[in-house]
């Protein structure tokens, strides 16, 4: 029983443990789309959108979200991502993947800048390479050059600018589209189905290199890159997703569904051990209860044999459709309008007017088919991802 007590509190530890790397986008001085620090990326996205460019933030599904020409940012990944996920979106059809290069100090006094910048291992671009590319890149190397650079390579036609030494990238087998002795500014990867391109130094785009007189070289990289189509700044790479405001519907979403799980293992392997222990076991009392299994047992089948779940079903549409509802504007007081305006707009192909009208039809039918129900439940979570993330050609806005 200790060792099975000690397994089930080291399962909660991990499942909180990932809890506290959740992030939100309030203030945050990391290098994203959301910071407004000197390493953020804030004022990148404004600028396109000054000049005319369709840009969002995505916490999820960003693939989807790219419309014919558009461009995916994955702008400095945080090193320790997951290479799956992050080689998962380097699929998009054009990519403009950004190296990471600084680590800010939060400033306490004021929120959303920082203190001081550091500057990463050189090990934390190169793994991001390694992660992206795995196999046929050649060899690859990080230096930091600093002087007069020469660009006698420049597609862009534009000179970038570095208050610091620029991080260049050397030996690699990618298409210069900026670059000089020194090394690679900017690199080019066709492949058969998608164009990937390489910014090695983060600061062309961040918030004090933009200030730093490298606006208009960065137009003419995203210009080139996107060819005319929407940009996309892919946020999940910083660990920010959607989460639902319901708080039972949030605890099943990514990525709090890996914590519930392990927390439900590790209540599950209580129950397992409850009255076991190493030697004889001791006498138990008489009339002791079953158990907490035999009770969640029994209590799932008095709901399947009392014809129950059309009434859970019907619960679980209205919820989905209710949470959803919550995030929108409070623009006027007929909601169900307010909702429809919103599927018209973001071009959602399912109906919550329709899978309510079927939800009620399936609570008052006697025996409801239970193909029926599990079609209704799938529609429902159809509906909600595309109304939270967004159906492909219908990015949403952020």
Not at 362 to 367: A, F, L
């Amino acid at each position: 029983m200790p060792f099975v007590s000690l397994a089930a509190l080291a399962i909660l530890v991990a499942a909180l443990a990932g809890l506290g790397l959740l992030r939100s986008p309030n203030e945050p001085t990391c290098p994203s789309a959301y910071s407004r620090s000197a390493i953020g990326h804030k004022a990148m996205l404004e600028l396109l959108r000054l000049h005319g460019v369709h840009a969002t933030i995505s916490q999820g599904a960003s693939r989807a979200k790219l419309r014919a020409g558009g461009l995916l940012i994955l702008a400095e990944p945080n090193p320790l991502i997951d290479p799956n996920e992050l080689r998962l979106l380097l699929t998009a059809p054009r990519v403009l993947l950004v190296l990471p290069k600084w680590a800010g100090i939060a400033d306490s006094d004021m929120p959303g800048w920082i203190e001081a910048a550091t500057r990463l291992p050189m090990s934390a671009p190169i793994s991001v390479l390694q992660d992206a590319f795995p196999r046929n890149f050649g060899t690859r190397g990080i230096t930091n050059a600093q002087g007069k650079l020469i660009w006698p390579h420049n597609a862009l036609g534009l000179t970038p600018r570095f208050d610091a030494a620029a991080q260049l990238l050397t030996g690699n087998t990618l298409d210069a589209v900026v670059g000089g002795s020194a090394g690679l500014l900017v690199g080019e990867k066709r492949g058969a189905t998608n164009t990937i391109y390489v910014l090695t130094d983060p600061d062309i785009i961040s918030n004090h290199g933009l200030a730093a007189g490298n606006a208009a070289f960065a137009l003419a990289l995203f210009d080139r890159a996107r060819a005319g189509g929407p940009v996309v700044f892919d946020e999940t790479i910083h660990g920010f997703r959607t989460v639902p405001k319901n708080t039972f519907l949030a605890i099943f979403s990514r990525p709090f569904a890996a914590v519930t799980f392990a927390a439900m293992a590790a209540a599950g392997l209580l129950a397992w051990a409850d009255g076991k222990r190493f030697g004889t076991p001791l006498p138990r009392p008489g009339g002791a209860p079953a158990g907490q299994l035999a009770l969640i047992g029994a209590m799932a089948g008095l709901l399947d044999r009392g014809g129950h779940q059309k009434t859970v079903l019907a619960r679980y549409v209205r919820g989905v459709v209710t949470d959803v509802s919550a995030t929108l504007q409070r623009t006027r007081t007929d909601a169900p309008a307010r909702l429809a305006e919103a599927e018209t707009r973001r071009g959602v192909g399912i109906r919550a007017a329709d899978i309510l009208q079927q939800a009620a039809a399936i609570e008052n039918t006697p025996r409801p088919a239970a193909a029926s129900m599990a079609a209704l439940a799938l529609r429902a979570h159809a509906w909600k991802q595309e109304m939270v993330h967004g159906p492909a050609g219908y990015p949403r806005d952020i």
